[in-house]
């Protein structure tokens, strides 16, 4: 009986008519800023979205603006070590262990809760540093990736630290 059913299906589920071939659509990403709030520096100035950010800024400084990005995924989007990791690859430096990230990452405190903020230098590498924070909340990492040239990251650490303090759960 189930042979017969599964033929039926088959036989009269295929349709050769043009009209009915398949389509798609290209659907914008959902922002979902709304699970989040955060208070924004009034010299900050606010940019385009990428493809995984939820918020960009960008912050004027001494040399030029140093770029700000907000993402958060659902979970743990491949954990600590994955992420710094990846951003410690691209500024060409070796990959670090778990231990190794942990005693690099600083802890703070906002409202949600302890997050870790790492960062990442190369010293072979004058164009572009890293202050990384990582904000585990209850069914989402918040990820805030600060990149400005390395002689400036420790004039906006103050900044960044208070940035991401200032993060907390909208409800």
Same mark, same amino acid.
């Given at each position: ?18 009209? /009915? ?12 800023? *709304?699970? !989040?709030?955060? $208070? +924004? ?50 500024? /060409? ?12 990452? *600083?802890? !703070?405190?906002? $409202? +949600? ?59």
């Amino acid at each position: 009986m189930r042979i017969i059913l599964l033929c039926l299906v088959i036989i009269f589920g295929c349709n050769n008519n043009e009209s /009915d071939n398949i389509h798609s659509y290209r659907m914008p990403k959902p922002k979902n800023t *709304e699970l !989040f709030s955060w $208070n +924004i520096p009034g010299n900050w100035i606010s940019t385009n979205t990428t493809q995984f950010s939820q918020a960009n800024y960008l912050i004027p400084s001494s040399r030029g603006s140093a770029d700000i990005s907000i993402s958060y995924f659902a979970g743990n989007a491949g954990g600590v070590k994955a992420n710094v990791n990846r951003w410690r690859k691209k500024l /060409d430096l070796e990959e670090l262990n778990k231990k190794q990230i942990e005693l690099m990452g *600083e802890t !703070f405190l906002s $409202n +949600i809760g302890e997050y870790k903020v790492y960062k990442i230098v190369n010293a072979d590498n004058d164009e572009f540093g890293f202050l990384c924070s990582i904000i585990p909340a209850k069914n989402h990492t918040i990820f805030i990736k600060l990149k400005t040239y390395p002689e400036t990251i420790d004039n906006l650490k103050k900044q960044f630290i208070e940035f991401c303090s200032s993060f907390d759960y909208n409800e």
